[in-house]
């Protein structure tokens, strides 16, 4: 049992899987963040360019 439990311990082929499935977390909250900060700034691009125009063409 104890020669079990030691090569258990010193196994380390899932260790990679862990660190790469850790990356992609963290990859994939950055990248949804970003997208959300692209979708707002295209938001108030747009929502200020259409009160210049109303602002232009309005009395």
């Known amino acids: 049992m104890k ?3 030691l ?7 899932g260790a990679t899987a862990i660190e790469y499935g ?3 977390g963290v990859l994939s909250l950055t990248i949804i963040g970003g997208i ?3 979708f707002n700034a295209i938001t108030w691009l747009f929502s200020d ?3 210049r125009l109303v602002n232009a063409i309005g009395p």
């Open 7 to 13: 090569r258990f311990l010193k196994d380390e082929t």
């Open 22 to 24: 850790l990356i992609i």
């Open 36 to 38: 959300s900060q692209v």
């Open 49 to 51: 360019s259409s009160s």
């Open 3 to 5: 020669a079990v439990l």
